[in-house]
T-cell receptor, first 115, second 115 residues
Framework: DTEVTQTPKHLVMGMTNKKSLKCEQH?????MYWYKQKAKKPPELMFV???????INESVPSRFSPECPNSSLLNLHLHALQPEDSALYLC??????????????FGSGTRLTVV | GENVEQHPSTLSVQEGDSAVIKCTYS??????FPWYKQELGKGPQLIID?????GEKKDQRIAVTLNKTAKHFSLHITETQPEDSAVYFC??????????????FGKGTTLSVSS
């Protein structure tokens, strides 16, 4: 299995809702990432998990809450989002943390719309 | 941290022509440079990468060159085909804090190949 699987593919949520995005990989990768991508922009780093521990938080608002239950799963819990949070949320993984020698494998993303 | 600049932002070529996309980086310690292709509705896909101990790498119709002195690397696509039409991102590792590094992306190049 050489894929990163993200669910759901599309999500529409109200500003008072609570929802979760899920990401799964079975490649034995020990680093997992959440990126946010707005239309016609590059992916922007949100969070990095190294060996199931949060190692980098790029000053993301607390309405986004990541969780790494085990080495194969990564969740992003959403609460009280704003319309400007509408974007494509990408999960990625790499063989080891550090990003200096291994490329990332990206999922297809969750297209999030906040209404 | 690392800063990656990518040019051009859009590139239109005729089928069969060559396409070149260039990126510059700021951190002389960076040692790994991947290129990603993103098709509409999909996540970025790693297409080729290069490490700082080599100057060029080829994979069929695509190649990447690296000039460490000038701190730039380029993607070369020969004999372009309509299915090469996509957004291409270069990336480089950025030391974000003591916890490690993560990939930072250029702004992207939209390549259009017309038949």
């Amino acid at each position: 299995d050489t894929e990163v699987t993200q669910t759901p593919k599309h999500l529409v949520m109200g500003m008072t809702n609570k929802k979760s995005l899920k990401c799964e990989q079975h490649m034995g990768h020990r680093a997992m990432y959440w990126y946010k991508q707005k239309a016609k922009k590059p992916p922007e780093l949100m969070f990095v998990y190294s060996y199931e521990k949060l190692s980098i938080n790029e000053s993301v608002p607390s309405r986004f809450s990541p969780e790494c239950p085990n080495s194969s799963l990564l969740n992003l819990h959403l609460h009280a989002l704003q319309p400007e949070d509408s974007a494509l949320y990408l999960c990625a993984s790499s063989q080891v943390p550090g990003a200096t020698n291994y490329g990332y494998t990206f999922g297809s993303g969750t297209r999030l719309t906040v209404v | 941290g690392e800063n990656v600049e990518q040019h051009p932002s859009t590139l239109s070529v005729q089928e069969g022509d060559s396409a070149v996309i260039k990126c510059t980086y700021s951190d002389s310690a960076s040692n790994y440079f991947p290129w990603y292709k993103q098709e509409l509705g999909k996540g970025p896909q790693l297409i080729i990468d290069i490490r700082s101990n080599v100057g060029e790498k080829k994979d069929q119709r695509i190649a990447v060159t690296l000039n460490k002195t000038a701190k730039h690397f380029s993607l070369h696509i020969t004999e372009t085909q309509p299915e090469d039409s996509a957004v291409y991102f270069c990336a480089a590792p950025s030391p974000l804090n003591q916890a490690g590094t993560a990939l930072i992306f250029g702004k992207g190049t939209t390549l259009s190949v017309s038949s």
